[in-house]
Structures are given as C-alpha cells and as structure tokens.
C-alpha cells in the first residue's frame, strides 16, 4: 500500500507544481511545492495555508482474484485566508483557484501512472517501477468550512491499485 500511496503524492504534487509553480510552502527551511502528507510531516505543520495536505483514511483489500486490489481513500485538505493585499475579503476566490489546480491535476490524463518503490533510494537514484499501475476515481469535494478568518475544503479521491507480490 505504501508504493500506492507514495506514487500517487508524487504524482499530484508533480502536476501541481506545473500548474501553479508560485504555489509553494517552506517546511524546515526548505521551499517545496505546495503539497504535503501528514503522516510525513511535524504536526506543526497540518494547518499551513494555501498548500494541499493529503491523509490517508482508510484501505480496503479484495484478495478474490489473481491480485488483491487495494482501494485507498486519500483526503486532501486545504485552506485559505485570502491575500494580504485584499484584507482575506478574496478568500472565496482564493479557495476557488486551489478547487480549479487539483480538479485539474487529479483530471489531467491519464488517469493513471506506473506505481513506483520509493523505499530504498539511495540519495540520487531514480526511485524503482513497479509492473503495476496506480489510478484513482473521480475527486468528491466536501462543503465549504468557515474557519474564523480561513475558508477550507476536503477532497476525497479512491486511489486503486493491485498489490505486486513481497509489497506491504
């Protein structure tokens, strides 16, 4: 499940970063792409605004068949207060612009990308293909939340993957 997980992070923050290359956040002195997973990260850093924040909820495993498939659900949480220059009076603008650069990402063909093992790169190296492919199901986006002087939303996306044999 790991691989599933790690080449569908690296997917979405690839084609974020081509969307929008401004859209970057600093953690631990370090500009990135504005993409993190929690489960990776400092719980200080669960709540930075205008970056996209990816959980992990839940797996469910279908061993019938050849392969077990496996079904991920990730969360990808997001909020924002606005500009500065606007007083946050544009943060329902704002939160619709980041709407517009994940539709795009997660909709971006294909659907689909080979599932790459991340876990054993020596710094430099490319990370390992798998022979199989990850894809993911259409986004559900969750109701607007007012957050004092944010607004913030919840995307839900099924990522989807068989499970090669020796991968946990």
Known sequence: MQ???DTFYEMLRNRLAALNPGRTIVVR?????????EENEF?????????????WLQDVVDADGGMPLMTLTCAIDYETPGTPANGG???GRALAAMDGELLAAVNQWPRNTQKYNYSTLPEGRPPVPMATNIWWAEPDFGAVDVKQDRVARTVTVAVMSYQEAGEL
């Open 89 to 91: 009076m544009d943060r």
């Open 29 to 37: 002195g370090v500009t990135r792409p504005g993409v993190l997973v």
């Open 3 to 5: 691989n599933a997980k």
């Open 43 to 55: 719980a200080t850093e669960f709540h930075l605004p205008n970056c996209f924040r990816l959980r």
